[in-house]
Antibody, heavy 122, light 108 residues
Framework: QVQLAESGGGLVKPGGSLTLSCAATGFSFSDHYMAWIRQAPGRGLEWISSVSGSGNVKYIADSVEGRFTIFRDNAKNSLHLQMHNLRVDDTAVYYC???????????????WGQGTLVTVSS | SYVLTQSPSVSVAPGQTARITCGGDKIGSKSVHWYQQKPGQAPVLVVYDDTDRPSGIPERFSGSNFENTATLTITRVEAGDEADYLCQVWDFNTDRRVFGGGTKLTVL
């Protein structure tokens, strides 16, 4: 079955950098868009970024554009999120999710990892 | 950017029907997806593409979408349905995925 496992979270100082990873198993990884979604403590879900199956097409939220970069390694069935210039308000649980679509006119998240906590604090 | 609006909370007695709404400008022209999230757990997809259910999701969960409001309906509510429910769309104007703020369902 589909399994997604995030890693790489932890405590980092404001202005610091971190790279998150997501290991995917149980499906044809390169056939799916993949995404990162975060949830700040006590808050709702915030979509961060998505990448196409080939890795050539990327979308990113305004709140992190210029600081975060999504990329994938299809040979290793892994998804990554490189985060630079981290701020206190980036503190959140970061989820990796598989996307599915209908004729590329809508996208939804049909499988989620358990999340990895990123804490930005001095 | 596109905004989805959800009421913060809904309460319902066991066995009754819960209706959770998601408002957005002409949301009826978009496909809406719904997620259930219990405390400390990852979200779970319960309805996609307005009305479809993933395998394993009970028929008690259903969705509709018309004009400016999408609705998730849960019939014969059980204690185990208590959770946050979030709607989501793909904004084709910006290629961004958008979530509503979530509705906390309380089973009395």
């Amino acid at each position: 079955q589909v399994q997604l496992a995030e890693s790489g979270g932890g405590l980092v100082k404001p202005g610091g950098s971190l790279t998150l990873s997501c290991a995917a198993t149980g499906f044809s990884f390169s056939d799916h868009y993949m995404a990162w979604i975060r949830q700040a403590p006590g808050r709702g879900l915030e979509w961060i970024s998505s990448v196409s199956g080939s890795g050539n097409v990327k979308y990113i939220a305004d709140s992190v554009e210029g600081r975060f970069t999504i990329f994938r390694d299809n040979a290793k069935n892994s998804l990554h999120l490189q985060m630079h210039n981290l701020r206190v308000d980036d503190t959140a649980v970061y989820y990796c999710a598989r996307e599915s679509s209908r004729a590329a006119v809508t996208f939804w998240f049909d499988s989620w990892g358990q999340g990895t906590l990123v804490t930005v604090s001095s | 950017s596109y905004v989805l609006t959800q009421s913060p909370s809904v309460s319902v007695a066991p066995g009754q029907t819960a209706r959770i709404t998601c408002g957005g400008d002409k949301i009826g022209s978009k496909s809406v997806h719904w997620y259930q999230q219990k405390p400390g757990q990852a979200p779970v997809l319960v309805v996609y593409d307005d009305t479809d259910r993933p395998s394993g999701i009970p028929e008690r969960f259903s969705g509709s979408n018309f004009e400016n409001t999408a609705t998730l309906t849960i019939t014969r509510v059980e204690a185990g349905d208590e959770a946050d429910y979030l709607c989501q769309v793909w904004d084709f104007n910006t290629d961004r995925r958008v979530f509503g703020g979530g509705t906390k369902l309380t089973v009395l």
